[in-house]
Every structure is written in structure tokens, then in C-alpha cells.
């Protein structure tokens, strides 16, 4: 979750407002402070390579009558490098709090237009509305390659290589852990560093609201939050899919043209067993995940990395649940939730997170227990 005060925590279960806010930024300082803006859709996707995406409308006018349409590159909304900070402001009475939402590079701007008008023989600018893209910092690691296969030049800290090859702020939310061997890369840097997060650290990168190139556990940490009938939820509806979900994982060793199996992790018994108890096939059969990374080359290895990511396919991504909650800007992606029902109380973890600016939020979570109430 964001970082709040209580009183703000407090203040979400009453009646209060908000409004969104952002700075404009360019090389990490500030260009313009306390952009309003508004038409903001903005959402978080935990299975998503690029997690944080959205738009929105600066709206603006100034006393010298200046435009914020951009028309070159270096023009302070142009996407090609600026970046908006967005912020919620909540307001409940006398009380007021800023909450840091997410950080994001502009990608795009797909509509800008002025409002003038002629006074006497000049044009004046009333005011800009400009239509933006964004998207989260990691976007342009998305896009970045390496000029020549390279590899790390210590094997000492996988921090310290996130750190390398992203060229961002880090928080070492998860322990650090030494690499495992050499690997040479050849690709886009965020492949590197999902590869990095998961193989090594067990855990996946995360953007936090400040700025910083974070990870969050695959394991899933404590309870943030419980979501009540009473104060929370609005509507809490019930989906499945199968697509996605897997009964059984099996780690691949690669050497040159040769394939062979490290390990195998598989779901053994419920509805999502591969077999039956006498062997038989199953009625949902085998679904398989196959993994292969050069950082893993043991069976021990192959065999927690497999069950690490078993436990991430198969039972929680069967049981979907949306959830439409009062609007929290707090919420993201990663957390552990209680959802509570009329006669259970489900663990989820958020997946995804869609917002506003609306009274309402619209998120979804994978179910890892239910529990009678």
C-alpha cells in the first residue's frame, strides 16, 4: 500500500474528497508545480511487464496568457523525457493530505489544442487542454537494448546489478541475493532485470510511488487491509478463466541444441491435480509452464524456482474475484487483502487496480484461502 497517516486512513472510511494533482518534471526537476488535471484513467497491472499505465488532461491558463501545447521537442509536455508526478490530494473537513501516487513518463500526445482569442490586432491564449499518455518508468527500459552482449561485473549483489542495468533510485524491499553466474545479456534491459527479480530474488520488479525501482515477493507478505461490506465494498463479483493457470512446471536446461529437464513441480491432488490417484490422467488434465533461465543450471535451484512459480499459476490465478470498492488511493497492486463476503472472509492478492474520478475503483484479486466467517 501507499504510504499514509493514520488520520488519512481514517479519513477514507468517512465522507471526504479528493482531487489529483501533478508536477511536471524533466531531468528530475520541476517545470511546472501543481498541474491540475483531469479525465485521469489510470491503471495498475501486476501481470503486466509495464505495471503503471494511464491518460489524462492538463487543463491550464496562466495571467501570461502562455500555451502548453508542445509544438517541438524540447516544449515542456513534449514525450520525450518529460514526466509527471502525480499526486491525490484528500480533503475531509479541516483535514488535508497529499498522497504520492506514481511517477510517469509521457508517451504520448494524442490531442492538444489552444483557446484564444483576438484582441484587437493579436491572438491571446486563454488557455491549453492537452490530452497525455503515460506510463511508468520502467517504459524506456521496455525500449533500451544493449549495444554488445554484456554481463555483470560483479556476481556479489543482484541489488547492486538492478541498480547497474536500470540506471534508477532502488529500495532493496526483499533481501539481497548473490548471482548465481555469469550471463551474458542481449536484449532489452527490463527483460534483464524481470529475469533478475525472479530467478535470483524470487520476487518482481515494482515501481514505487517516489520514484524508486523496488521488488515485492512472490511469496505473498502480510495482510494490508481488510475489505468490508460495512466501509469498503461496494460489489464483489466472481470470475474464472483457465487461461493462464497451470497444473504443472517443469525447469529446462539448455546447452547448445540439447534440452534437459532440471525439475518438475506439480499440483498433486484437488481439482487441478495432473493425475488421478491411480495414475490416471486427470479430468482437467496436464497443463504445463515451461522455465529455463542460464542463472539456473542445478536441480535444487530448478526445483525452488519451480515452486515458487507453481504456486503462482496454478490455484490463486484459477479463482478471480473483481471487486468494486470506494475510491482508496492507497490501494495498489501486490497487496494482500480480506475480502469479505456474506458468510467468508477470502484472501486475495491485487492484481489489477483501475481509477478515476469517480467515487468507486474498480479492482481485481487473486484468491489464495476462504474461510467461514
Not at 71 to 83: E, M, T
Not at 325 to 340: C, H, Q
Amino acid at each position: 500500500m501507499r504510504d499514509a497517516s493514520a488520520e488519512l486512513s481514517a479519513a477514507l472510511l468517512g465522507s471526504f474528497d479528493y482531487r489529483w494533482y501533478a508536477d511536471l518534471t524533466y531531468g528530475g526537476a520541476r517545470v511546472i508545480e501543481d498541474l491540475p488535471i483531469s479525465q485521469p484513467r489510470f491503471k495498475e497491472d501486476g501481470n503486466a511487464k509495464i505495471q503503471q499505465s494511464g491518460s489524462c488532461t492538463v487543463t491550464w491558463t496562466d495571467e501570461l496568457a502562455t500555451s502548453l501545447v508542445p509544438r517541438y521537442v524540447n516544449d515542456p509536455l513534449a514525450p520525450f523525457g518529460a514526466q509527471l508526478w502525480v499526486s491525490c490530494v484528500v480533503s475531509a473537513g479541516p483535514f488535508e493530505e497529499r498522497v504520492a501516487f506514481a511517477r510517469y513518463e509521457i508517451t504520448d500526445v494524442p490531442d492538444a489544442r489552444d483557446r484564444a482569442m483576438r484582441f484587437h490586432s493579436q491572438w491571446l491564449t486563454l488557455g491549453s487542454e492537452v490530452e497525455l499518455e503515460l506510463k511508468e518508468l520502467t517504459a524506456v527500459l521496455g525500449v533500451e537494448t544493449f549495444d554488445v552482449p554484456t554481463s555483470a561485473p560483479s556476481l556479489a549483489s543482484a541489488w547492486s546489478e538492478i541498480a547497474r542495468v536500470s540506471g534508477m533510485p532502488i529500495s532493496r524491499a526483499v533481501p539481497d541475493q548473490p548471482i548465481s553466474r555469469a550471463v551474458l545479456y542481449d536484449g532489452k534491459k527490463l527483460d534483464v532485470l524481470y529475469e533478475l527479480a525472479d530467478v535470483i530474488l524470487d520476487a518482481v520488479p515494482h515501481m514505487t510511488p517516489s520514484g524508486a525501482l523496488a521488488c515485492r515477493p512472490n511469496t505473498w507478505p502480510a495482510v494490508r487491509a481488510r475489505l468490508t461490506r460495512a466501509d469498503h465494498i461496494v460489489s464483489v463479483g466472481q470470475m474464472m478463466s483457465a487461461a493462464g493457470v497451470y497444473n504443472r512446471v517443469v525447469v529446462r536446461a539448455t546447452s547448445g541444441q540439447q534440452s534437459s529437464v532440471l525439475s518438475v513441480s506439480e499440483v498433486l491432488d484437488g481439482p487441478l491435480r495432473v493425475a488421478n490417484p491411480d495414475g490416471s490422467r486427470s479430468p482437467w488434465g496436464r497443463r504445463t509452464k515451461y522455465l529455463s533461465s542460464e542463472y539456473v543450471t542445478t536441480p535444487t535451484q530448478a526445483q525452488a524456482w519451480g515452486n515458487s512459480t507453481l504456486a503462482q499459476v496454478s490455484t490463486p490465478r484459477a479463482q478471480v474475484v473483481p471487486v468494486v470498492e470506494i475510491f482508496n488511493p492507497l490501494r495498489e497492486r501486490g497487496d494482500v487483502v480480506l475480502i469479505e463476503r456474506p458468510e467468508v472472509w477470502m484472501l486475495g492478492r491485487v492484481v489489477t487496480v483501475e481509477r478515476d474520478d469517480g467515487p468507486t475503483q474498480k479492482l481485481t484479486a487473486e484468491i489464495g484461502a476462504i474461510t467461514p466467517k
